[in-house]
């Protein structure tokens, strides 16, 4: 034990189970510093002997900063490579559909309306992505409408501005009979009236279709539907139109709405009733209403309209003949007009055929 205590710098010492001491190195001599160890001599199974061991510190020292150092070197390294993977997941997720995003940006720049961008996660990334497609078409929905109510409004005007051309050239170079010049000035007055009734219809649908202009209040549902109606009346007595209605709306109901864009819906619908029923026609309007909806119904005896158009009705400029004649008057906006009075009002519109002759217009609004 003498040339170990040499060898290793380590002083032993041994001594019995009664603490006496039994060996002790050469060198029994302990620093402040030393680290003790001790084990236990058995024979037969019992133990006679404890044997303690003073290590010099340094020696244990140095061993741990050699493993700690390795420890440090190999926690830097997964570190690393945990960093270089998840870098490359960040751009694959997140970078690489970013890229294609601002891609198509760049397309709607230049008109290109109808993106489609290849990610379809189902996280916050996907959600922008498909939102930006639904964009995209609700951008080329608004071109395609905003074109075709420019090429709607550019026919609607060009056919009584050439009608008013044409006949005061004709005025003007003097070629006109005596007794044709009051039905000249007559279908002058008429065209320019169309174009006036164009111009307010625009004007109109324009304030009705901003949700801005809406002075809605809380309303008693029954006393404005019997109010609308007693106006209704009034205003078609001395016109050749049978007219009717039937209040069945909870006397108690209270929504909101515009009293003066409500006055226009009705009006607006009995109106296209007439245009297209003519005159004697028959006109039944109905209110009624439930735990969950106030309904109404306009119904009419006219002919009613093709199951082919009867969903385009409610487009801006649309009527049922498809030469687009004014022989009945009107610009086509009535029916658009009532369908944006009812949507600003949280509400449906919609029309079917009745089952002998006739159209129904259904309004329905959720009672809350």
Do not use: W
Request: with cysteine; aromatic share 8%.
């Amino acid at each position: 034990m003498d040339e170990a205590s040499k060898k290793y710098n380590t002083n032993f010492v041994v001594k019995d189970v009664e603490e006496n001491t039994i060996y002790a190195s050469k060198k029994p001599k302990r620093s402040s510093t030393s680290i003790e160890k001790e084990g236990y001599l058995k024979i037969s199974g019992k133990v006679e002997y404890i044997v303690y061991g003073y290590f010099p510190a340094k020696i244990y020292d140095s061993d741990i900063a050699v493993k700690g150092q390795n420890i440090r070197i190999l926690i830097v390294t997964v570190i690393l490579v945990i960093s270089l993977v998840v870098l490359f997941t960040i751009y694959r997720v997140i970078a690489n559909p970013l890229k294609k995003l601002s891609k198509s940006v760049k397309g709607i720049q230049y008109g290109n309306t109808l993106v489609k961008i290849p990610y379809y996660g189902k996280d916050e990334l996907g959600l922008l992505c498909r939102n930006f497609e639904d964009m995209g078409k609700r951008l080329k929905a608004s071109e395609d409408n905003q074109q075709e109510l420019i090429q709607a409004i550019s026919h609607d005007v060009k056919t009584p501005l050439t009608s008013i051309m044409g006949y005061s050239k004709r005025l003007t170079e003097g070629k006109v009979k005596e007794e044709k010049l009051i039905d000249y000035y007559e279908i002058i007055y008429k065209k320019s009236t169309d174009l006036k009734l164009l111009l307010e219809e625009l004007e109109d649908y324009s304030n009705i279709n901003s949700c801005s202009k809406y002075n809605k209040e809380l309303i008693n549902c029954s006393k404005m539907f019997e109010n609308l109606m007693l106006d209704l009346k009034t205003e078609l007595q001395n016109k050749n139109v049978k007219f009717d209605y039937s209040n069945l709306i909870d006397k108690n109901l209270l929504l909101k709405f515009d009293m003066n864009k409500m006055k226009r819906l009705f009006v607006n619908l009995v109106d296209n009733s007439i245009k297209y029923a003519g005159e004697g026609c028959i006109i039944n309007i109905a209110g009624t209403s439930s735990e969950k909806v106030l309904r109404f119904e306009v119904k009419d005896n006219g002919e009613g309209v093709k199951e082919d158009c009867i969903d385009k009705i409610f487009h801006k400029f649309y009527r049922v003949d498809s030469s687009r004649s004014r022989e009945k008057g009107g610009t086509g906006l009535g029916l658009a007009i009532c369908k944006d009075i009812v949507e600003n009002h949280e509400g449906l519109i919609r029309a079917e055929n009745l089952p002998d002759k006739g159209l129904c217009i259904l309004m329905e609004f959720k009672v809350e």
